[in-house]
């Protein structure tokens, strides 16, 4: 008989009453931390195919020596310090995972041809919505208000600049709020260590980590407004419709095509010169969440009249409720992509469509 903790087997059990004892033990104490724990490892790889291994390797690490755990001490710590040094161990033979925007130089002209590159491993989207990765009701506000951020895509693109201790540091302190002696005890550096490690963090930071505004600033009716107006814009193919909902220095960009560009007027100029759609309805497009924030699968018309999925496209507003920067995600198995994300291969097979959530 084999014990399994996700998708991966985790060797044999034992076939004795103590042993399944344990094991059943084991798996009431840690199920509940299954979704934090992936969102830890992805905060530390930026790859949701990365976070998803890390995890499965976290587990079977931990269940390896649950037998000498001491069960007055926090599952959740425990869990999240064997995942930090799981995750440590794993960048040091990775590169970092960015967006097109963050490969640096200015942004791009949007009538030029459009270049991929797929040896550049890319930032991946996170499936889930916030409350799915936050802890229960019993933990500090402030640390849910923190896991909920921190799924962020602008937030995991600015965590990339990061070398990997400091990225390690800086999740453990500000998103998990752990003291710097335990931060210290977990990666085997002294506290002094820790503090300078986060104080430079912390200043790239500053300059990585442009702010974008919050979903939490707009209410449900402004949300629900916003994204009815985007979706109608786009399956109408009303691309002056469009430019009006971008701000001034919106960012659009489309790993892995490396281009970036910024401002609503190129952003249009852009999906005239580029997009495959040549009218109303040749565009369909779903809702989902992507990092906590509101996204869409877009579904496109092909030669034979079906509608396939095209690409994952993840919103993020500002204040004011204008979109400012959109990540549009390409990728050769998008049908695959969109099953992570609930998507159907084509959008006949969804529910009848509702005005699209606030994305609470």
Request: one cysteine or more; a negative charge; proline letters at 6%.
């Amino acid at each position: 008989m084999k014990l399994s903790v996700g998708r991966r087997s985790l060797g044999h059990m034992s076939t004795t009453t103590t042993g399944r004892a344990s094991d059943a033990a084991f798996l009431e104490a840690t199920d509940p931390f299954r979704r934090e724990i992936l969102a830890h490892c992805y905060r530390m790889m930026g790859s949701h195919h990365d976070a998803e291994d890390l995890m499965q390797e976290t587990y079977l690490r931990a269940w390896r020596g649950y037998a000498k755990f001491d069960r007055r001490a926090s599952v959740r710590t425990w869990l999240h310090k064997i995942a930090t040094n799981t995750c440590l161990t794993a960048l040091q033979s990775r590169q970092r995972r960015p967006l097109p925007s963050g490969l640096g130089g200015d942004a791009f002209d949007p009538t030029d041809d459009l270049l991929q590159d797929h040896e550049v491993p890319w930032l991946e989207p996170f499936s889930g919505t916030v409350d799915e990765v936050s802890p229960g009701d019993d933990a500090d506000p402030a640390y849910v208000v923190g896991a909920r951020e921190s799924i962020r895509l602008a937030f995991i693109a600015a965590l990339q600049h990061l070398p990997e201790r400091q990225r390690a540091v800086l999740i453990l302190r500000d998103v998990l709020q752990w003291k710097a002696a335990e931060v210290a005890d977990t990666i085997g550096v002294t506290t002094a260590t820790v503090n300078s490690l986060l104080q430079r963090a912390r200043e790239q930071l500053k300059h990585a980590a442009p702010r974008e505004g919050s979903q939490e600033e707009l209410d449900d009716a402004a949300k629900r407004e916003l994204l009815a107006r985007y979706v109608s814009a786009f399956e109408r193919y009303d691309v002056d419709a469009i430019v009006e909902l971008f701000t001034d220095k919106a960012i659009w960009e489309m790993p892995p095509f490396t281009g970036w560009y910024r401002g609503a007027e190129s952003i249009g100029t852009l999906i005239r010169h580029n997009c495959p759609a040549e009218k109303e309805g040749d565009q369909i497009m779903l809702p989902t969440v992507a990092n906590g924030q509101p996204a869409f699968g877009l579904y496109m018309r092909e030669p034979d009249g079906i509608h396939r999925a095209f690409q994952l496209q993840v919103l993020d507003f500002d204040d004011a409720g204008r979109v400012a920067h959109v990540v549009a995600f390409f990728s050769n198995t998008i049908d695959d992509v969109f099953a992570r994300f609930g998507l159907p291969p084509t959008p006949y097979d969804a529910p009848p469509r509702t005005t699209p959530s606030a994305y609470h």
